[in-house]
């Protein structure tokens, strides 16, 4: 299996945690992948026309796309139900966190764009601000109800971990270690982990 794949993509690094932790990594080769608004990558259309990564490129040419879905599929790899609870409460819980994540992960990375891609002039602070907020608020859902942090290792824990990585990595001085000391606590206990250490995002 091949994975396109950006060290600094959060959602690219979410796969990879998963991979490493169900023990697959050694079956997937990595391949980089540069994909950004406003600019045309027509081979890249080919594997994905919406040109989001990562896509998952299987060994008949099937191609598995968004980061969920290649999670699932590498899941269900593995056996099922070691990172999406297969039934129960649990599952929807663990599904629908990882849902609200996915929004965060998308505002922060429409911020993201918003400052470093859409040319100056063309800048909209409130929509910045407004999707910014959305993340910052995310982040207090998880502090106040912190059950989540306490639960067997799942996707939406690695969710997290991607949320706050990406973060330190684009975000550096929006002080969620102070706001958010729970999340802090959780991301350090995280970092103990192998496969979120190795994932950091390099230096910006
Ligand atoms: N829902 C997708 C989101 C993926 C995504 O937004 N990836 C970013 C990279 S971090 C991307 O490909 N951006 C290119 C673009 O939006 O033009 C997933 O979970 O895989």
Redesign the pocket.
Known sequence: MKLTF?Q?????R?VRIAAIELGLIDKIEFVPAS???GQPNEEYSLINPV????ALILDNGDVV????V?VEYLDELAGGGKLIPASGPTRWKVKSDHSLL?GM??SM?LCR?ERMVRPQGLQWQAWSDDHWNRAWKGMARFENHPDMLARPFDIAQIALVCVLGYADFRFPDCGWHKAYPKLDAFHQKMLERPSVNISVPPAA
């Open positions: 950006s600094a993509s959060p959602f690219a979410k994909v950004a608004p040109k989001k990564l990562p796309l968004d980061s969920y290649i996915q992960l998308d990375l764009y």
